[in-house]
């Protein structure tokens, strides 16, 4: 296995020769040294998209929030904990990439002051937290000239199609990776996933399974996109959107 | 090592024949399925107390929040996700043990609403998050009749002796293990800790060193101070408060 990892590195594969950043795992955003507010996020989906694109010959680099996994072999990783730092570390490393995988569950929101020294318990029985907006990270790199192919996440409950798809316009991607965080089988902590992807001249779904076999498809999804951007109706096995 | 666990487990130690039960890691108060605010605290004091206190000779069980550690051997464990989980497993539990350790880093407050599905992204700049406090566990056992002997942990930035004895009494204690937060060579995700144990009638500081050793100590502090407990100045070496 490692000898075809190296020779698929070298030599072939979808992705061969091309650079991949990928953001993987959750942020946190603190209150103070104790406290934060945080998503749920293993961060495995993420790595097993990093492990795929290596298999698929790219060149590879993670941008992992605080997550318990070990890096794959031939992955390079920089650690962040809050969703700035993965700013900081993706408008440092997009630029120099072809395509942008942001598969990290990013707080959307961070206290409006992070408190230097633990907050002492207030007698309270209720308190306000004022929180701010967290940069979009997905946006602000797509929003980059020249940019890389982009793609996002969508951790919905429900139908996330319609969501997805309002999403992949608004944010100019070039897919979106849609999946329902209601269902307690996938998702999350779990090592299986069902995702529906979205690009915009079509969408597919990738049944129920293991995270390494979804990280396969996805990547193989954004290689045959990438391969023919530009062109009307790529990836031609799709169903009509 | 497993001879001589399994020896001091069935035999003899300064625990032999009680039983403790440990909280151990963070809790997580969920704003909806996606969101939540937490602690940061990686489990592993409370575990290395669990597997002191088997060694020791204690029946153990651990109620422990959303950690990646194994459970250690001869402990049985109970997980759990909220704060509210854990008071409803440590109220089932604590009235059949003879010492009850807190050691989970609790989350004091939780949002006043958890939504059953995810709020989507509002596009504002900030907003306002309500909070309402979360029960008080330690305090809760404490006020048991007839209670365990019970064992809070006491997390600060800055000198935390004074407060530790401020709660001590506040919450009818038998002890405090304070440590300083603010230190980054300690607590949190380290391997080493350095705390400062305070009892009614004394206090003592355990230097810096492994956490396994540091619950050594503290399990051997407990020890000494349940046996002769009722009797002043219990716990013979250590310098007056």
Redesign the interface.
């Known amino acids: 296995a490692i000898a075809g990892r190296a020779a698929a590195l070298f030599t072939s594969g979808a992705l061969a020769g091309l650079r991949v950043v990928i953001t993987a795992g959750p942020t946190r955003e603190a209150l103070d ?8 996020s293993s961060g495995k989906m993420g790595f097993a998209l990093a492990e795929a694109a290596v298999d698929a010959g790219a060149v590879t680099q993670l941008i992992s929030g605080p997550v ?1 996994l070990d890096t794959p072999a031939h992955v390079s990783r920089r650690n962040v904990v809050s969703a700035r730092d993965m700013l900081a570390a993706s408008e440092e490393l997009a630029p120099h990439c072809d395509i942008f995988i942001a598969c990290a ?1 990013v ?3 961070r206290p ?1 002051q992070a408190a230097a ?2 907050i ?2 207030i007698h ?10 967290n940069p979009d990270i997905v946006a602000t790199i797509a929003a980059l000239h020249p940019r890389p192919f982009t793609v996002g996440f969508a ?4 139908d996330p199609v319609d ?1 997805a798809r309002d999403k992949l316009q608004r944010k100019n991607l070039d897919l979106i990776v849609a999946n329902d ?2 269902r307690s089988d996938i998702g999350f902590n779990s090592d299986s996933n069902a995702v529906t992807l979205v690009w915009p001249a079509g969408s597919r779904v990738l049944d129920m399974a293991s995270k390494n076999t979804i990280a396969r498809g996805i990547i193989t999804a954004i290689a045959d996109l990438y391969t023919h951007r530009g062109q009307e109706g790529a990836v031609p096995q799709s169903p009509p959107p």
Do not use: F, I, Q, W
């Open positions: 040294p104790v406290r934060y507010l945080s998503n749920h318990t569950a707080a959307d929101y409006l020294t633990k002492k318990k309270a029985d209720s308190m306000e937290l004022a929180l701010v907006r951790a919905e409950t429900g969501y965080v209601s």
